[in-house]
């Protein structure tokens, strides 16, 4: 992965070439950016540069994630055959991964290890396999460059560990830490940091990019590119038709036509918690996608509901269900409560709460919020 291949992101591009030009490299650096904005794209990248020196084997070594002193950290979980798990178990599958990949999610990441009913960790193992690998001199490279990617997934005995090597790294090296955000990581692990935030990729960008590589039409592009939502991974699984959305969109379904028969239908509670438990045997990664995936399709009811279609670019039309007839219901007196509480379901499913629980709580709130009525003034 080289800077040129990156979508978008062209001040931090030229920001990373300056200071490798200029010797004036951090430590450690915090990528922070949502899924597909291109933060493990761009350490890669970074890494590239830093250690290659436009040397043409060094840089396909780094392609292929074979570099002796480029190493990786990220989620892993247990299985049947690894019972104390660190990255190292995982780095044949995590090769494929990132190349398949490169812009994926830590969902991505899970199914493509055939685990995606688990929640990913960063375990106390990995950090004391960095601590072996820090203590070696490099390989080929004037550096050694750690990636550790969603470092957010890191538990605390960990992130103690790991905040031990910050404080006093090695000359020789480079640490790149990747997260969403920077609410579950350290403050003292933050304070070491030089923290970069990725945008969401501009939709130019990524309509142009679309044209270029699917031969798509200006208005075919444009429309994907208003649903990527700044991902480029949500892009290229749009136009691939690779994505889960249509799994969501009958979820969705399903529930807000039982929200809205719960006034007249007496069996709606007890099809709501039929809903919660299917729910719940999905993996958390997928519960909490699918709230994201809630969350959005509210916001595109709201714009239609105040007349913005041009901004509203779900389309349910193949599964039998107009949004402009969800929209009337979805307005000021009722969208800062549904925010909030998918939020919160979300918040709740990350710390690992009772996931049927959680869904049968959020759908009767549902149902109480999508009745209530919009105050006229």
């Not at 028969?261 to 039929?274: E, G, N, P, Y």
Request: a positive charge.
């Amino acid at each position: 992965m080289d800077f040129e291949n990156i979508i978008g992101q062209n001040f931090l591009k030229n920001y990373f070439k300056r200071i490798i030009a200029e010797n004036r490299i951090p430590h450690t650096q915090l990528f922070v950016g949502e899924d597909g904005t291109g933060t493990l794209p761009m350490a890669l990248a970074f890494a590239s540069e830093l250690l290659c020196n436009r040397q043409t084997n060094c840089r396909q070594k780094i392609r292929k994630l074979i570099h002796p002193d480029l190493h990786f950290i990220y989620p892993t979980v247990t299985t049947d055959h690894i019972k104390k798990p660190d990255s190292d178990a995982f780095l044949q599958q995590w090769r494929s991964f990132v190349a398949q990949k490169p812009y994926g999610s830590l969902f991505e990441w899970m199914t493509h290890i055939e685990v995606a009913n688990k929640q990913g960790l960063i375990r106390v193992n990995d950090a004391e396999q960095l601590l072996k690998k820090v203590a070696v001199k490099p390989y080929e490279a004037d550096y050694k460059v750690i990636i550790i990617w969603q470092i957010e997934k890191m538990n605390n005995e960990t992130a103690n560990k790991l905040l031990k090597i910050l404080e006093e790294p090695p000359e020789d090296t480079k640490f790149i830490l990747i997260a969403q955000k920077t609410d579950d990581i350290l403050p003292t692990i933050l304070s070491r940091c030089q923290i970069h935030h990725f945008n969401p990729i501009p939709i130019e960008e990524i309509k142009t990019q679309l044209m270029h590589r699917f031969n798509l039409t200006a208005e075919d592009a444009l429309k994907l590119a208003h649903q990527a939502n700044g991902s480029w991974q949500k892009a290229l699984e749009l136009a691939q038709n690779e994505n889960t959305d249509e799994v969501f969109k009958n979820l969705f379904i399903e529930w807000v036509r039982v929200a809205f028969s719960a006034k007249k239908d007496k069996q709606a509670i007890q099809k709501l918690i039929k809903w919660s438990e299917k729910m719940a045997t999905s993996g958390r990664e997928t519960q909490k996608q699918f709230l994201e995936f809630a969350l959005e399709t509210f916001r595109q009811a709201l714009l239609i509901n105040y007349q913005s279609n041009q901004l509203a670019y779900f389309d349910f039309s193949s599964h039998k269900f107009d949004l402009k007839k969800l929209a009337p219901f979805v307005h000021s007196a009722n969208i800062e409560g549904i925010y909030t509480a998918l939020t919160k379901a979300i918040y709740h499913i990350e710390r690992n709460a009772n996931p049927k629980l959680i869904f049968l709580n959020l759908s009767i709130n549902l149902t109480k919020l999508i009745h209530k009525k919009e105050s006229v003034t």
